[in-house]
């Protein structure tokens, strides 16, 4: 196995035996805690990208708002699948989206059920945010993500928490080469671990919700409760405290996109953390940092959606051609630094699927009508967007991005 992985060990006398090896085995778990002081500062910046969020979508229609929430939240579905070794598509995942949401292409292809089961308690976290998280709604949410009671190949109890006697493990490697990296409390003792659970998350508590999100998917991948599904379920229950502390803003923070990218980090903190004492104070500065780069990087998605507005907003007198408002919106789509090198006759001749004198000729007219700002002369010509800063910084770095002629 090359991946992290829930394993149902098969030979108990193999398995370790207890001993405070695990922070549940701890006696006073599970009394985690946390440096406040150290963690302050980074809470501080993660609440303020959250706010700067919340404050450029002022400046959005609804409509838009909504294509930006399920492009985002298309993307962490798949994210949060691919975390476990899961492909989906993207098409299909946008499809559905949008058929939710009410926005964009609503033709697309179907999902598949799994998919669909995804996308619904991804959903039912946002929209039923306030109603209390209990038992009987994980085992709804996990019976969802296997509509066939099967994980792959291997039939699994579904909609209910385990109860096999043998350990709960987490594993990588080749068989007969794996390597154990957790083992979770017994079965037996999952109903009692999840009701402590439970009356903590929907308690009002002191925490941070920040923190709390740390702390809530910690301590449920800590008692890992279901025989599969439980790292889906557990990033879905960050989506829900982000939902109860900002709403439908929320959708636009890919929490699983960035966990995605530090899969391996978030791993080894994971473990570190299930490892430790009760101080968890490093995984929920991790934690908090990751939520605060997924809000930077939506601030930019959000920030290049204002743009996008406000630069046809002040052309909307131009008239344009199908094919030059088709490369218009291809280099605001990609984002101030999106397009390297820019655009010029070759790109555009094989994006507009036209003739190189036509290409030519309707970048002129772009340029002259005030879109487009041109930059270089002859065959190191390109043209950007006449918006202050998405152009290149000077004109070496021009003449360094055209060197393909």
Partial sequence: MSRLEPVIASNPSSTMTPSPSFIWQVPTWP?????????????ARAHRSQGVIEGQLAGLGFERRL?????????????????????????????????????????????????????DIMDDAVRQRAAPLTHERLCAWQAAL???????????????????????????????????????????????QMQTFLEWFNASTEHDSLVKAALAHLWFETIHPFEDGNGRIGRVLIDLVL???????????????RLLDRRRDYYEQLERAQHGDLDVTEWV??????????????????????????????????????????????????????????????????????????ASRELIELEDMGLLCKVGGGRSTRYYLNIPGWGPADQATSDALSQDG
């Fill in 243 to 257: 939902a109860r502390d900002s709403g439908e803003v929320s959708r636009l923070i890919r929490t699983s996109q």
């Fill in 146 to 192: 296997f509509p066939t009671g099967y994980s792959g190949m291997t039939r699994i109890l579904v909609g209910a928490y385990r109860e096999h006697a043998e350990p709960m493990q987490i594993v990588s490697g080749r068989q007969g080469r794996e390597r154990v990296h957790y083992e979770a409390p017994s079965s037996a003792d999952v109903p009692a």
């Fill in 67 to 119: 294509e930006l929430a399920a492009e985002a939240w298309s993307q962490d579905a798949v994210a949060t699948a691919a975390i476990e070794g899961e492909r989906i598509a993207l098409t299909a995942v946008r499809s559905s989206v949008a058929r939710r949401l009410g926005v964009g292409n609503q033709d697309g292809p179907d999902a598949p059920r799994s998919v669909e089961g995804l996308l």
């Fill in 285 to 358: 500065l991790w934690f908090v940092e990751q939520v605060r780069v997924s809000c930077e990087e939506a601030s930019s998605v959000v920030d290049s959606a204002l743009a996008k507005t406000i630069f046809w907003v002040s052309h909307e007198d131009k008239v344009l051609t199908p094919r030059q408002r088709k490369v218009v919106n291809l280099l605001l789509d990609a984002g101030p630094n999106g397009f390297e090198g820019g655009m010029n006759t070759r790109k555009y001749e094989s994006v507009g699927s036209t003739s190189r004198a036509t």
């Fill in 31 to 43: 009394g985690m805690h946390y440096d406040v002081v150290r963690i302050g500062g980074e809470l």
